[in-house]
């Protein structure tokens, strides 16, 4: 290979500058490849929700059964309904199969052992007492299942009517589905009638969002807050309320937990309120407390970024430990970019320890994250903290890359370009340039504009070169500064004018 025919790159992974350019002279004849224009992330707004539980278009019906559940459990009478004794009626076990079977609105589902019509007792039994209150006071009673003191007659009461509104109440399945049809006004109407006949949380929650999103009524910030709050003011019992976090299903979240998440995003970006941050950490907090351990990654990242608090990477990592351990997986990544040195501001006092950031990589991984996948492959490449092993880096490289990692996408291209590991294969290394280049990769677009101006794995196409590299250069990319105007002397006027027609915005005139 003589010194005018060598390829004009040369592919460095291990360094973000990844291609020397040098264009030799007689560089001429183009064919147009495919430039698609990149575009700006789009801005993440609040828009309206789509509502958990949806099926087919249409709201799962067990959202409002799941609802009607809580309302008929006995924490939400007094204290005899938490002191009382054991009933399989309130057995998590016994509930679920009942909801599953549509036995929840049976009649003959006492809220409390006695019957909603008659709480008092009955014409059968001749009594006037409660079933209950006969319990309590039952001194042959030496099961141990009786309640410790007895439900009086208020309690029995409000227990029973409570149980009598449920059962007929249809305000919460008609408020879903007047929300889902787009009838906010009718949604928000019935949503209010829920939470004043039995005070349902997830209308609460759904009233919140109507007035922070302004459907239906004018945006009020206040308003939302205030039925937020509403949710999280609501009863709650720490063993039987709080979420059970699964790892599989990191979106699955209860209505307290959402109400707190919502109240922290609306304090610290300051929508429609004064921004407060620290108010924005005080609800993770409280978001952690009702079960949602990646709230603990949230905190953590407000300690490394004094975000609410005053900076503590100790304590971050702390947090990020936890939340790793309940199987968050953005707190594995993280606790390996700390061990890596590799967060946009990397804290004082952490060590860098690469044999560790290697291993909560390698645990994001296995958990399907893509930017861990791509650094533990990038460690392996480099040999960081281990041995080389690009033959295994390649593997994690393709696994990312198959997924629309830009990063990965570029650098397995290298391996095809330099046929290492993989057979050498230009056209899939100009594939994998290209579709990196339109993912924004600057890197990556000055490699296509190098093939295409050589015209290897492709045609040639020194006019698509050009805007290629052009856009590179706007990047920050230093070697397409360099070869631009080399570029840009081989250019005939034709292929001039195509090159700035692709590098126009659409719709835009001279």
């Given at each position: 290979?003589?010194?005018?025919?060598?390829?004009?790159?040369?592919?460095?992974?291990?360094?973000?500058?990844?291609?020397?350019?040098?264009?030799?002279?007689?560089?001429?004849?183009?064919?147009?490849?495919?430039?698609?224009?990149?575009?700006?992330?789009?801005?993440?707004?609040?828009?309206?929700?789509?509502?958990?539980?949806?099926?087919?278009?249409?709201?799962?019906?067990?959202?409002?059964?799941?609802?009607?559940?809580?309302?008929?459990?006995?924490?939400?009478?007094?204290?005899?309904?938490?002191?009382?004794?054991?009933?399989?009626?309130?057995?998590?076990?016994?509930?679920?199969?009942?909801?599953?079977?549509?036995?929840?609105?049976?009649?003959?589902?006492?809220?409390?052992?006695?019957?909603?019509?008659?709480?008092?007792?009955?014409?059968?039994?001749?009594?006037?007492?409660?079933?209950?209150?006969?319990?309590?006071?039952?001194?042959?009673?030496?099961?141990?299942?009786?309640?410790?003191?007895?439900?009086?007659?208020?309690?029995?009461?409000?227990?029973?009517?409570?149980?009598?509104?449920?059962?007929?109440?249809?305000?919460?399945?008609?408020?879903?589905?007047?929300?889902?049809?787009?009838?906010?006004?009718?949604?928000?109407?019935?949503?209010?009638?829920?939470?004043?006949?039995?005070?349902?949380?997830?209308?609460?929650?759904?009233?919140?969002?109507?007035?922070?999103?302004?459907?239906?009524?004018?945006?009020?910030?206040?308003?939302?807050?205030?039925?937020?709050?509403?949710?999280?003011?609501?009863?709650?019992?720490?063993?039987?309320?709080?979420?059970?976090?699964?790892?599989?299903?990191?979106?699955?979240?209860?209505?307290?937990?959402?109400?707190?998440?919502?109240?922290?995003?609306?304090?610290?970006?300051?929508?429609?309120?004064?921004?407060?941050?620290?108010?924005?950490?005080?609800?993770?907090?409280?978001?952690?407390?009702?079960?949602?351990?990646?709230?603990?990654?949230?905190?953590?990242?407000?300690?490394?970024?004094?975000?609410?608090?005053?900076?503590?990477?100790?304590?971050?990592?702390?947090?990020?430990?936890?939340?790793?351990?309940?199987?968050?997986?953005?707190?594995?990544?993280?606790?390996?970019?700390?061990?890596?040195?590799?967060?946009?501001?990397?804290?004082?006092?952490?060590?860098?320890?690469?044999?560790?950031?290697?291993?909560?990589?390698?645990?994001a991984v296995k958990a399907g994250h893509l930017e861990a996948t791509y650094a533990a492959a990038r460690m392996l490449d480099?040999?960081?903290?281990?041995?080389?092993?690009?033959?295994?880096?390649?593997?994690?490289?393709?696994?990312?890359?198959?997924?629309?990692?830009?990063?990965?996408?570029?650098?397995?291209?290298?391996?095809?370009?330099?046929?290492?590991?993989?057979?050498?294969?230009?056209?899939?290394?100009?594939?994998?340039?290209?579709?990196?280049?339109?993912?924004?990769?600057?890197?990556?677009?000055?490699?296509?504009?190098?093939?295409?101006?050589?015209?290897?794995?492709?045609?040639?196409?020194?006019?698509?070169?050009?805007?290629?590299?052009?856009?590179?250069?706007?990047?920050?990319?230093?070697?397409?500064?360099?070869?631009?105007?080399?570029?840009?002397?081989?250019?005939?006027?034709?292929?001039?004018?195509?090159?700035?027609?692709?590098?126009?915005?659409?719709?835009?005139?001279?």
């Amino acid at each position: 290979m003589t010194g005018t025919d060598r390829p004009f790159l040369r592919l460095n992974r291990a360094a973000s500058a990844v291609l020397v350019m040098v264009l030799a002279a007689s560089i001429a004849g183009a064919q147009q490849a495919d430039t698609a224009k990149p575009t700006a992330s789009p801005t993440q707004t609040l828009g309206p929700v789509k509502l958990a539980g949806q099926r087919n278009g249409g709201l799962d019906p067990s959202i409002v059964t799941a609802a009607k559940d809580k309302i008929l459990g006995r924490n939400f009478a007094s204290s005899c309904g938490f002191l009382s004794g054991y009933s399989a009626a309130d057995d998590d076990i016994t509930l679920a199969y009942m909801r599953d079977m549509g036995m929840l609105d049976s009649p003959s589902n006492e809220a409390e052992r006695f019957s909603d019509l008659s709480p008092a007792g009955n014409a059968k039994t001749g009594g006037t007492t409660s079933p209950l209150e006969a319990r309590a006071t039952d001194a042959n009673d030496i099961s141990g299942t009786s309640p410790a003191v007895a439900c009086g007659a208020g309690d029995t009461r409000f227990s029973a009517g409570r149980n009598w509104i449920a059962r007929k109440d249809k305000s919460l399945a008609q408020a879903f589905d007047a929300y889902e049809s787009g009838n906010y006004p009718e949604a928000r109407a019935r949503f209010e009638e829920g939470w004043k006949k039995l005070g349902y949380e997830e209308a609460a929650m759904m009233l919140g969002r109507i007035h922070l999103l302004g459907l239906g009524t004018p945006a009020s910030t206040p308003k939302a807050i205030e039925w937020l709050k509403e949710v999280l003011d609501a009863r709650y019992d720490p063993v039987k309320d709080r979420l059970r976090f699964d790892p599989k299903k990191p979106d699955n979240i209860n209505t307290r937990v959402e109400a707190a998440l919502l109240l922290a995003r609306i304090h610290l970006t300051g929508q429609g309120t004064q921004r407060n941050a620290a108010e924005a950490y005080k609800w993770w907090a409280k978001a952690l407390d009702y079960g949602f351990e990646p709230a603990g990654t949230l905190l953590a990242q407000a300690n490394l970024s004094g975000i609410g608090t005053n900076p503590d990477a100790g304590r971050a990592i702390e947090f990020l430990k936890v939340a790793g351990e309940a199987g968050d997986v953005k707190a594995l990544y993280m606790l390996g970019q700390l061990y890596h040195h590799q967060l946009p501001k990397q804290p004082e006092g952490v060590p860098l320890d690469l044999q560790r950031a290697g291993a909560y990589y390698n645990a994001a991984v296995k958990a399907g994250h893509l930017e861990a996948t791509y650094a533990a492959a990038r460690m392996l490449d480099l040999g960081e903290g281990t041995a080389k092993a690009p033959e295994k880096a390649v593997v994690l490289y393709k696994d990312a890359a198959m997924k629309g990692h830009v990063e990965a996408q570029n650098a397995l291209a290298t391996f095809f370009y330099n046929g290492e590991v993989v057979p050498q294969n230009l056209a899939t290394a100009r594939q994998l340039f290209q579709a990196a280049a339109r993912g924004r990769q600057p890197d990556a677009m000055f490699n296509l504009a190098v093939m295409l101006a050589q015209g290897q794995g492709g045609d040639k196409d020194l006019a698509a070169a050009y805007a290629w590299c052009t856009l590179a250069k706007g990047l920050g990319n230093a070697q397409a500064a360099t070869a631009l105007p080399v570029i840009a002397a081989h250019l005939t006027p034709e292929e001039k004018a195509r090159a700035e027609a692709m590098l126009k915005p659409a719709g835009k005139k001279s």
